[in-house]
Every structure is written in C-alpha cells, then in structure tokens.
C-alpha cells in the first residue's frame, strides 16, 4: 500500500496557552538556563496547527497577532518540523498553518506550544508512532517550555523543565 494513499488529508493539534502557576528560578546554570521548580496548566484556549501535504515546507500564518510570526528557523514551528523530519527520516514537504492568538512576549508559552502542537501534528500525520516522552526530548532540545508543552496538562516541571511530574 502506498503510504501517502493511508496519509490523511490533514491533521489539527491545538497549542493550548500555558500558565504558571508558581514559578521559582532555584538557581542559574552554566549553560545560561536557569534551574526552575514550577506548577503549570493549560488553558481551554490557545492557537492551532494544521499539517497539511504541500510542495515543500511552508508556514503560513492568520490570526490576530499573524503579523509578529517569522517565517524563517527562528519559529519554533520551523525548527519543530525540520527536526521532526531529521529524526524519523522522512521528507519535509509539508504546509504548517498555524492560527497565532497569543501575542508574542504574553508570557503564556505560545510559541513553545505551537512547536509541541508541530510535533504532535506530524507525528500523527506521518503516523511514525513517537511517544509524548520522544516528543519532549525532541522539544527540549529547541527550548525547555516545550517538553511541558508536548504533555500539555496540569504538570510540576524541575530542571530547566525537563523534569517532568
């Protein structure tokens, strides 16, 4: 069976809004990140990502705060998509929508969630099985609000928000 033929015509993730319910900065690493111990849910809203098949791997942006989206590897959806495609292998001809109503700086982890929705969104589509622990390794590399990000519920987060509980 061909798999594109088994691919479906879209896939949507949501990126929910992320808030800090505590957050404690418990030290400063040399690496520049700080060690953090925070309690963190998420919200009923956010933005939204849709996978769709495209010629070539393209962003596109609407929403109300579209206009402070980049379109180049500094949007973590862009860095999402192409180390998604680096580590399972495959292609990277794909169209990310992204609908941006969280504005840039909100503090609410918008674009964090944007880059997990990314990684859900074409692990779905390309159904390459990854599990949210994959994911979230895969996430941390990019920036450390990603991994909680990828879980996307009600989570105490240590570490540089890796620590995952």
Same mark, same amino acid.
Not at 48 to 74: C, I, K, M, N, Y
Not at 100 to 112: D, E, N, Q, V
């Given at each position: 069976?061909?798999?594109?033929?088994?691919?479906?015509?879209?896939?949507?993730? =949501?990126?929910?809004?992320?808030?800090?319910?505590?957050?404690?900065?418990? @030290?400063?690493?040399?690496?520049?990140?700080?060690?953090?111990?925070?309690?963190?849910?998420?919200?009923?809203? @956010?933005?939204?990502?849709?996978?769709?098949?495209?010629?070539?791997?393209?962003?596109?942006?609407?929403?109300?705060?579209?206009?402070?989206?980049?379109?180049?590897?500094?949007?973590?959806?862009?860095?999402?998509?192409?180390?998604?495609?680096?580590?399972?292998?495959? +292609?990277?001809?794909?169209?990310? =929508?992204?609908?941006?109503?969280?504005?840039?700086?909100?503090?609410?982890?918008?674009?964090?969630?944007?880059?997990?929705?990314?990684?859900?969104?074409?692990?779905?589509?390309?159904?390459?099985?990854?599990?949210?622990?994959?994911?979230?390794?895969?996430?941390?590399?990019?920036?450390?609000?990603?991994?909680?990000?990828?879980? +996307?519920?009600?989570?105490?987060?240590? +570490?540089? @928000?890796?620590?995952?509980?």
């Amino acid at each position: 069976m061909d798999e594109d033929l088994d691919r479906p015509v879209a896939v949507t993730q =949501s990126a929910p809004a992320k808030i800090n319910l505590t957050l404690h900065v418990t @030290g400063r690493r040399a690496d520049g990140y700080h060690d953090l111990d925070t309690l963190a849910v998420f919200a009923g809203c @956010g933005e939204r990502v849709v996978v769709e098949e495209a010629d070539d791997l393209l962003l596109q942006a609407e929403g109300p705060f579209s206009a402070s989206v980049p379109h180049d590897e500094t949007n973590l959806v862009i860095a999402a998509a192409r180390l998604f495609f680096l580590t399972a292998g495959i +292609g990277s001809k794909i169209l990310l =929508s992204l609908n941006k109503t969280i504005p840039a700086g909100a503090g609410l982890g918008g674009g964090s969630a944007d880059a997990a929705a990314t990684f859900r969104a074409l692990n779905q589509y390309f159904k390459t099985g990854f599990d949210d622990q994959t994911l979230a390794e895969l996430g941390g590399t990019l920036g450390a609000d990603i991994p909680m990000c990828v879980y +996307g519920k009600a989570l105490r987060a240590r +570490g540089i @928000g890796d620590l995952i509980e």
